[in-house]
C-alpha cells in the first residue's frame, strides 16, 4: 500500500493544495521562488500525515528531494511552448519515481493495518477532482479549441461553476460504479446532455460543439475508468 498513499500525496500536494498563482510565480522565478519551497512544505506535510511513524522518514524526505529536483527541471527545461509537453513529462517522471520509491521501501517497512479499499477508494475520488480538471484543460489544449464563444459562456455563468460542476459529476460517477450502481452514471449523464444542450443552442457553432463534446466526454471517460480500475483493485 505505500505506492497507493505516495500517489495519493502527490495529488494532494501537487494539484489540490497548489494554486494557480504559486505555479505562475515559480514559473517566473524558478528556484527563487519561495511558492517552490511552500509547495514542497505542503507535499511534505502530506506525506508526513499518511506515513506518521518514524520508519518512513527517510521515505518521506527522499520523497521531497526527488519531487523538488524533477520541479525544477521542469521549471528550467520549459517554455511558452513547450509547457504543455513538460507538464506530462513532469507528472510522469512524478510516477516513475514513486513506483521506484515504492519497490524499495515495501521490502523494508511493515504498513499500517488499514484497509487497502479505503486508500484505493480515496486515491480514485481526488484524483477525478482536481488533477482531473487540469489534466482536461491541458488535453483540451492540444485540439486547439479555445475558442472565444466558450468565455462568452462562461462569462455568464458562477466563477469556475463548470469545473466544480465537472469534479462533481466524475466524483459522482466514480462512487456508482464502486458502488454497484451503474443505471446512476446513465442518469449522470443523461441530466449533464440535457444542460449542455442549452449552452449548444444559444451558442450555434460547429467548434464550440466540438469543444463542448470533446470535454463532456472525456471528463466522462476519466471518471468511468477510474471508477473500473478502483472497482477493480477492491
Known amino acids: 500500500m505505500i505506492l497507493i ?6 495529488l494532494l500536494g501537487d494539484f489540490v493544495f497548489q494554486p494557480a498563482k504559486w505555479v505562475a510565480h515559480k514559473e517566473k522565478n524558478k528556484v527563487r521562488s519561495k511558492y517552490l519551497y511552500w509547495h514542497l512544505a505542503v507535499h511534505g506535510l502530506v506525506l508526513f500525515v499518511l506515513f506518521p511513524a518514524a520508519e518512513y522518514l527517510s521515505l518521506v524526505l527522499i520523497t521531497i528531494v526527488i519531487h523538488g529536483i524533477i520541479d525544477l527541471v521542469k521549471l528550467y527545461f520549459q517554455d511558452s511552448s513547450t509547457k504543455l509537453q513538460w507538464f506530462f513529462t513532469d507528472q510522469i517522471l512524478h510516477l516513475v519515481s514513486l513506483v521506484a ?3 524499495l521501501f ?24 482536481v488533477p482531473s480538471s487540469i489534466l482536461i484543460r491541458q488535453t483540451l489544449r492540444t485540439f486547439h479549441l479555445d475558442v472565444p464563444q466558450v468565455h462568452q459562456l462562461e462569462s455568464a455563468s458562477l466563477t469556475k461553476a463548470g469545473t ?8 459522482l460517477v466514480v462512487v456508482f460504479i464502486v458502488s454497484g450502481h451503474l443505471e446512476a452514471v446513465g442518469f449522470v449523464l443523461a441530466a449533464k446532455s440535457i444542460f449542455r444542450y442549452n449552452d449548444l443552442a444559444q451558442a450555434k457553432q460547429r467548434k464550440l460543439t466540438e469543444y463542448v463534446l470533446i470535454g463532456t466526454f472525456l471528463s466522462f471517460t476519466i471518471a468511468v ?10
Do not use: N
Request: charged letters at 10%; a neutral charge.
Open 164 to 171: 466544480y460542476i465537472g469534479m462533481l459529476e466524475r466524483f
Open 101 to 103: 520509491l515504492a519497490l
Open 225 to 234: 475508468l477510474t471508477g473500473i480500475i478502483v472497482q477493480y483493485l477492491m
Open 5 to 10: 498513499k505516495l500517489i495519493l500525496a502527490h
Open 106 to 129: 515495501s521490502k523494508d517497512i511493515v504498513m499500517i493495518e488499514i484497509p487497502p479499499q479505503w486508500w484505493y477508494v480515496v486515491t480514485g475520488l481526488v484524483f477525478v477532482t
